[in-house]
C-alpha cells in the first residue's frame, strides 16, 4: 500500500503537539442542494458538528429501535470479533459493522436523505468506513474518554485526509444523566498529535479502553478553556452529524436508563484508506473498510471539483 | 454498646426490599426561626433536598477554597487513612475528618447560619456524624455509584433512625460536563434494604468502591420510574442540603474541571450512634463520630420536643 504525505503525524514524537488542520471542513459549494440549510452547514463549518432534530419518521425509528433490540440479543456472548463487551460487567458494548451484518442498517446508510446530507459536507460521493453500536448500558456503562476519532483511523487505518463525517443516530434519549456525548466545539480545526508507539493488535484492547492516541491533559485543557464543552441532548428521530476530527467523549452512565446510538461514519471516496500512517499493519476490515463500495449519492446534486477548499464563512 | 430495634434493616435477607420511613423528615416546628423559609422545608421535605444559591460570601469562599487547595497538596501521598486515592490514577479522591484536622472546615461546621440551618431540619441541637473533601479530579474523576448513606451509616456505624443532614458546600462549580451530584427526589421516603454481608474492615475497600450495601436495579429502577432523577447545577457559595437516606451518585468526571466539594454530616444529638446494625465492628473514628460534641446551635431558637414528628405539608 503506497503511503501519502503524513500531515498529520501522531504516535512518532514523544512530546504531544497541536497541529492545524489543512483541510477543509464542509467540502461541497454552499449552494449545493440537500437537506441542510446554510445556517446548518456554518454550524457545521464553526463548531466541528451539527444536530438536526426530526430528521427520521417515527416509523423508522421503531424499525431500528426493533433491529437494536436484535442485535443486541443475538450478540450477547456469540464471542464475535465485532462485539466488545463492558470492562467490567461483561455486557455488550459496541457492535462493530452492522451495516454489513444487519439488513435493517444496511439500509440505514443508504437512506437518501441521509446520503445528500454527507454529500453537502463531504462534496463527493462517499462509502461507510465504520459503522458500530455504541449502548453504553444503564447502571454500569463506562465512558469514553476523549479522542479524535480521526487520530485513530489516521494512524491505525491509514486515513490521509479529513474528509468523513460521522452520523450519531440516538436509539434512546441521550441526556445529562446517561452520559451524552460531550464535544468540544472548534476542535476540529486543531490536531492533537499524541505520544507512544501503537501497539501490535492494539484495537484488541483499544475498543474497550484506549491507551494509546489519547490526547495529553495540556492539550485538552487548552481545547477547553479555548472552546468550551457542548453536550446536545439529543434522542430517537434526530442525527448529529460530526467531523471526523472534533475531539469528543463522554462520562460514565450510573443512570438507570441506556445511552444507545448508532455510529455511520461516511468517509469520501477522494479519501480512501492507505497503509496505515503510525501503526505496523491495518485494523481489521469491521473497523475500517478497505473494499469502498461508493454509496451513490443524489445524481440530481452537482458534483464540486474533489479538491474543492471549503466555502469562506 | 446497645442496640435498638432495627427499624431498617440491611444486609441480612437474601433479597433486597423497599421498607417505608418511619421517620420525619423536617423535625422541627414550621415556624422556627432561622435562614430557611417555609417554601424551602416544604420543598426539602417532598424532595428530600434542597439547593441553597448565595448561602456563603465571596470571603467565606475564598478562604475555604485557599483550604481546599492546601489540605490537597498536605495530604498527596501522606499515606494516611483519612485519605482516599482514586482507583486508577493514584489522585487525591477524598479526605474524611476534615472538621477535625484543619481549622477553617472546623470553623465551617460552627458557622452559625449553617446550624440555624441544620437546626430546623434536625429539629435539634448536632454533631458533625463525618465531614470531607471529594475531589474528584478532572480527566479521571471516577463516579460514586448510587447508594443511601444513611444505608452505610446504619449498617457499619449504628445509626439508629434518619435524623442526619448532608450539606454540600461546592468548591468549583458542578455541572452536567464534570459529573454532578445527581439524586431522586422523593427516593428519602423509601429504605433500600440491600443483600450480601458487610465484610469485615469493609470501609478499607468501600470508599474506593462500594461492593456492599448497594441497591439493587430493580429498585433504582422502580424509584427513577416513581421520581425520575434531578442534577442541581451548584458552585461556589452555594449549599445543598440532603437528606441523610435520599438515593444519589454520580457520573465520572472526564471533563478537565475538577469537582470538588466539602460534606459536613449533621446529626441530631438525640440520634447518637449505637452498635453498628449490620457489621462486627464499627469503623473508625474518623468516618463516624462516636464521641459527639454538639455544636450548640442558636438558643434563640424555640426547641421543640425531641421526638416531634414531621410537621404536616
Known sequence: MQKQQDLYPTRIDDQPRIVDRVDPVVYSDPVTRGPLDYAQLDDFEHKGFLHVPEFFSGDTVATLQDALHHTRQAEAGSGRAEVVEEPDSGEVRSVFAVHRDYPVFGELCRDQRLLRAVFQLLGSDAYIHQSRINFKPGFRGKEFYWHSDFETWHAEDGMPRMRAVSCLIPMTPNNQYNGALMLIPGSHRHYISCVGET?????????????????????????????????PATGPGSVLFFDCNVMHGSN????????????????????????????????????????PRPLGADKTAPTPAASRRSHAI
Open 199 to 231: 501497539p501490535q493488535n492494539h484495537y484488541k484492547q483499544s475498543l474497550k479502553q484506549q491507551r494509546t492516541g489519547v490526547p495529553d491533559d495540556d492539550s485538552l485543557r487548552w481545547l477547553v478553556d479555548k472552546y468550551g464543552i457542548e453536550a
Open 252 to 291: 460514565s452512565n450510573i443512570s438507570p436508563f441506556p445511552r444507545s446510538n448508532v455510529f455511520m461514519v461516511f468517509n469520501s471516496v477522494y479519501n480512501t484508506l492507505q497503509a496505515p500512517f503510525s501503526a505496523d499493519s491495518p485494523r481489521p476490515e469491521f473497523l475500517a473498510t478497505r473494499q
